[in-house]
């Protein structure tokens, strides 16, 4: 219900999706993180639209402070549940979230 909210509003972002899908991996809900990322992660195309002039767009740099030049807006959504899930012992999850990063364009952060 908040998605739709947020989403009707106009104010989902990158930082709304990376959050709400921590909030969800630390309650361990991992079927609302999962149809997150599967809804609201960006792809790379989206990505490119945004990015001006060799990665200068205000909206992109304000909302992804802290991560490198290059870094996915997403890459910290994807890491979470991956790290959740191969601390939780579920590999093939682990692996299944490892694959979609790569059909989507998604390098791993360090």
């Known amino acids: 219900k908040l998605s739709k909210v947020v989403r009707r509003k106009g ?29 609201h992660t960006a792809s790379p195309g989206a990505i490119s639209q945004r990015r001006w002039r060799g990665g200068n767009h205000p909206e992109l740099n304000d909302k992804t402070r802290g991560q490198r030049r290059g870094d996915h807006p997403n890459v910290e959504a994807y890491t979470e549940l991956l790290d959740r899930y191969a601390k939780d012992g579920d590999l093939e999850s682990a692996l299944g ?14």
Do not use: C, H, Y
């Open 11 to 39: 104010l989902w972002d990158d930082v709304t999706t990376n959050t709400l899908i921590k909030a969800a991996v630390t309650a361990g809900d991992f079927d609302v993180a999962e149809t997150l990322l599967a809804n």
């Open 97 to 110: 979230v490892m694959t979609r990063m790569q059909r989507r364009g998604v390098p791993p952060n360090e």
